[in-house]
């Protein structure tokens, strides 16, 4: 399977969750694990660009898909991704632990709405839980982020009445 | 001081690592360690017969699996936290159970293993052979004393507190109007997304045991390791690095785990792990709430309070290692924002056969606020009064502080209210709520509410200022989201003069700050705060002295601005930060960055030895902060709801929230304690049950049927801030962690009530019983 663009042996043992292999064989901690029962979303990485939840799945259905988890959003150098950037922005985390599963789920939903309605925000938002921050500031991040995102369709529908900045 | 950064809406510091998924949280240390699992009781009540671990011990891959017998401190009693002289039958559990399990999730055995996916397949094979014993499960069912939880512990009361302030029996006997009522707050539970988890190494060469700890009190988990461990404190390094939300439940120690996984690095020789799943979360990780009031209120034909007395019971659980805060504060705060001439309040804190209780954010004020707001709606439905009317001539009015409510704190002070402004409070609330909304089932509620913050003894600093420039500032208690390092590098920053990005802060590391107490009862900020201020105060001092030698000035007529000690009125006259950190520490061998001016054959501006009687070297200072009292924060929350007369979904039509904490160090770090808060409050209102059986088995222990709210469920909600200093400490502040969810029950049981015209007198509520309380 490739992870963040780098080609990696699946592991032999065939239980071993997906979730695990990232962080724990991989060293990719940035998968935080909250529920292990495909509720709380902290897990969430994109396979092959769509947010699923990695402890849900074992690493060898992994096998040649594409995953992406929070550290191949943006390079360790390089400046956040534009989602990161709105969530610094708007305080749209506070402890940081379900914050890599909302980044990636933000990610997703943009993809699919690059100008979301909030009826589509709350939509995209609501399969990650937060004990935090009462999902206001994470709603208003959402919105920052379309606005920071460059999309290909800015310029059409409704991208194209946004004052400019 | 000048206040550059205190009072901004600065962001955070802590963000980029959060975001780019290099937090370090304590699941994500590994190091070879061995890991572990617990086996817990699945019975709430029964005697242990005999325990098996030979076939778990058997297993391939399997290090260790211990029973109390293996323990050292295998029959020691685990701390009562906060002794009480009125916790007569006090009882703590061991760190593994033997005799007998007295809640569904108590360890009895801890298996260690290569991996996790071995240790949890070792446990399945633990026999324990148990004799279910009669189930004690409600505080109800409890304190009718039926069946007992504690053998010697008569009635199941753990213990008993009347307070009384004036004469309350006669108060009522005069009064032209009584009301009784019985009010009900079930359990709640604080769910942070990260469980708790431990990781520890024990190095032998250098005899030290490093601990990391998912806690909000590193620095009392060392203090307790040391002494259980027989090692000295200076051997015992305890670390809270990066963690997922607290609210409450990682303060309570010891935990086993918190014993086990470094006892076993210890005798192990390598280091091990231990992280919890969801499941045992729900039932091993302590619980609030569970109490049942028994009001009688007496007052005049006005709606005035004349008299309050309050019987309440108190869920325990199934031992008391946080002692009787929680009922204690709920006896405290019941008053709340309003006179009370007199007032009478006992308690009983009884065990039942379920987890344990001890503070989860709100701690003990949600159940005593919903008490007091229940209680005045009851007053004005008898008399035809408004709501809010009732409300505005019973609070205690600004001209009232300091306001003595003469009941006992947390603290082992009085209650005393130290400044604030309720009437406005509630004013600007209802200014903000606007009209009622048009339609059928709609409901309004308003609460108004005081928290208790900052509570002591104390907590310390250390700042010091690096050759570079840059600052380092570190102190005991640890973060979890509260964003400490920016906070308090804002303090620093501006008693510094420096930018506040050059300010680096750690917290909840006992290597970089021993002393301390930890995170909770809203008290970071005050007290944390106030020492950061009080270290950075002493190192700008020491920075005045050094540079007024090489400025040839006086200390008085320097100032530190923009990373320079400079004269004031001659802002050219002055000389880096960085440089007077070099002269802070006389040398012999420089080794770069600057360091030759404070060499020995560099001209000294002053004769006498290098550093002076009583000076101490490097641009360093710890401070302390030590409060004399409480700081009582307070605020209003209103709503407007509507209930679906069918499905009876609660909907969130309008929610403002106006806040007092005193002076705010950083609004939009208060503003997200608040919007949690209130998310948290809604959740417990509405959503969250502890759905125990009779038998104590807790039927919803999985984020699947114990319903935390999404975004889908937490509406808008309009914040604003009035702001009245504590003048209890430096800095004016109050604390404000919690106050986000004390008021929620309260102004959601008055809008529904309102909404169906039923009368609500408990928490949670849910569509399900709300159907039922209108049938």
Known sequence: ?165 | MTTRWFGARVQRVEDDRLLRGKGHFTDDIHEGALESYLVRSPFAHARIKSIDVSAARALTGVVAVYVASDLPFGETDLPILIPHPNLTHGRTQRCLASHVVRYVGEAVAFVVAENRYIAEDAADLVEVDYEPLPVVITPEVSAKAQHLVHDGVPGNVAAEMLQEVGDVKAALAKAPHRKQLRLRFERGAASPMEGRAVWARWSESEHRLTVYDSTQSPTSIRGGLAVLFGLPESDVDVIAPDVGGGFGPKIMLFYPDELLVPFAAMRLGRPVKWTEDRQEHFTAVNQERGQVHEVEVGFDKDGHVLALSDDFIHDAGAYTPYGIILPIITAAQVPGPYRVPNYRVRFRDVYTNATPTSPYRGAGRPHACFVMERTLDAIAAELGLDRVEVRRRNLIQPSEFPYDLGVAWQDGNRVVYDSGNYPALVERALEMLGPRPAGDHVGMGLSPYVEGTGVGPYEGAHVQVLVSGKVVAATGIPSQGQAHATVWAQIVADELGVDVADVEVTSGDTRKFQWGVGTFASRGAVTAGNAMAVAAGMVAEKAKHIAADQLEANPADLELVDGRVRVKGSPERGIPLAAVAVLANPMRYAFGGGTEAATQFTPRPRPGPPLADGEQPGLEATGYFSPTGSTWAAGCHAAYVRIDPKTFRLEILKYVVVHDCGRLINPMVVEGQIEGGVAQGIGGAFYERLAYDSDGQLRNASFMEFLMPYATEIPPIEIDHIETPSPLNPLGIKGAGEAGVIPVGAVLAAAVEEALGVPITEMPLSPLRLFELTR
């Open chain 1, 1 to 165: 399977m490739k992870v963040n663009g780098v080609m990696h042996q699946a592991p032999a043992d065939p239980r071993r969750l997906l979730s695990d292999h990232l962080r724990h064989d991989l060293g990719l901690t940035g998968t935080h694990v909250g529920c292990e029962h495909g509720v709380c979303g902290c897990c969430t990485v994109l396979l092959d660009g769509a947010p699923i939840r990695s402890c849900l799945m074992l690493a060898v259905q992994a096998e040649g898909h594409e995953v992406t988890t929070i550290e191949g959003l943006a390079a360790p150098d390089a400046p956040l991704h534009p989602v990161q950037q709105a969530f610094h922005e708007c305080h749209g985390l506070q402890c940081g632990f379900c914050t890599p599963g909302f980044v990636l789920s933000v990610v997703g939903l943009l993809n699919q709405h690059p100008n979301p309605t909030p009826e589509q925000v709350d939509e995209g938002i609501s399969g990650n839980l937060c004990r935090c921050t009462g999902y206001a500031s994470i709603r208003r991040a959402v919105t920052r982020a379309a606005e920071l995102t460059p999309s290909p369709r800015r310029g059409e529908g409704r991208g194209a009445e946004r004052p400019k900045k």
